[in-house]
């Protein structure tokens, strides 16, 4: 994919500078983008004006490519069109409504990755859960997901993120998953991070799929800093003369056996909020009688059609629950749409978001 939008900007390049110039460019383009996904997978700290200097510079130039390569068949169509109309040169006109493309793509790699990334939405909603006690009527749960801290949003963001979901007050403050974007590097970023989260009942993580790499390490550094990591675990909590179970699934694939040891745990008679990354597995916990599931890993899909991302993103494209209220019986599930990124460091259509659920008896 990443040579094909490169070939793309050669054609747009062409019109503009000699052939051999265009492919070369195009050429250093695909080498310097492969590297960089590569790195990722493999997320090290590195200086910050590496990041906002080169990398970033570098995913605008390839959001714009990727942009150019999605709509090039209108390019190409355009170009007959236009060139049958006008007598043009069929190459010419081609190669200029690809330029048009680029500088589109360019306009909308500023906005994904400078602006709306950064536009973090609180949204706010009411979860039905049957028989809920009463002291527990109003709850309010605030659950923030795939901070993804790393290379391109570095615990200064994690911080600004948590200061956001400190002034909500919650009762519970929860993170489902994919703390860092990969590797080790950030493990201690990320855990000085969550140790500044507040919350009336404490703070619970569950781990992701990015998690992985050495996630006996990253839990001792976030437990000895005041949160719980519920990894295939809950805990109860208490207010008033109600009890509140939390509970987690960890794993980079959870299982229909995970998911079910877990909520059985959490015993009878008592309401269960399960922080599960994986959406996959809402059947699961529906079935094992989970009253709330918190999910994310989908990012909401990330990249979508502005003013229609909830409806056409990526993960739809994948056939993955993208973001929002899912209902089965007496089961809910939030997916929530994440705050950082993984790939490149782009949100559109997509916003980053800290959800708000307040529990309400049904």
């Not at 250093?28 to 997320?43: C, E, S």
């Not at 599931?293 to 989908?298: E, N, Q, R, S």
């Amino acid at each position: 994919m990443i040579a094909c939008a490169n070939a793309v900007f050669a054609v747009a390049a062409s019109r503009f500078v000699p052939a051999a110039l265009a492919a070369a460019l195009a050429f250093i383009g695909y080498v310097v983008t492969l590297r960089r996904f590569i790195a990722q997978m493999r997320d090290e700290p590195r200086p910050r004006w590496v990041t906002r200097g080169l990398d970033e510079p570098l995913f605008l130039h390839f959001g714009a490519c990727a942009f150019a390569l999605l709509v090039s068949p209108l390019c190409a169509l355009a170009a007959l069109l236009a060139s049958a109309v006008t007598q043009g040169g069929l190459l010419s006109t081609w190669q200029l409504s690809e330029a048009y493309a680029y500088g589109l793509g360019f306009g909308l790699s500023i906005w994904a990755i400078w602006i709306e990334r950064r536009w973090v939405r609180i949204r706010e909603m009411d979860v039905a859960i049957a028989d809920l006690p009463v002291a527990l009527e109003g709850y309010r749960i605030a659950q923030l997901s795939d901070l993804h801290v790393g290379s391109f949003d570095p615990k200064s963001r994690a911080l600004e993120w948590v200061g956001l979901c400190n002034a909500l007050e919650p009762d519970l403050a929860v993170v489902t998953g994919d703390l860092v974007t990969s590797g080790s590097g950030f493990y201690g970023d990320v855990a000085e991070a969550l140790a500044e989260l507040r919350a009336k009942d404490g703070v619970f993580v569950s781990m992701g799929n990015h998690d992985q790499t050495n996630n006996d390490q990253l839990t001792a550094l976030i437990t000895r800093r005041g949160a719980t990591v519920l990894r295939n675990a809950s805990r109860r909590i208490q207010r008033g003369d109600a009890e509140l179970c939390v509970a987690g699934i960890d794993g980079r694939v959870a299982s229909f056996g995970d998911v079910k040891r877990t909520v059985d745990a959490c015993g009878p008679g008592v309401p269960i909020v399960l922080l599960s990354h994986y959406p996959w597995t809402f059947e699961a916990a529906a079935a094992a009688g989970a009253d709330l599931v918190l999910a994310g890993h989908t990012h909401g899909g990330q990249l979508g059609i502005p003013f229609f991302g909830q409806r056409l993103n990526l993960a739809r494209l994948t056939g993955q629950r993208s973001r929002g209220l899912v209902f089965s019986g007496k089961t809910t599930m939030y997916v929530n749409a994440g705050l950082g990124t993984t790939g490149p460091p782009m949100r559109l259509g997509v916003p980053p978001e800290i959800a708000v659920l307040t529990l309400r008896r049904a």
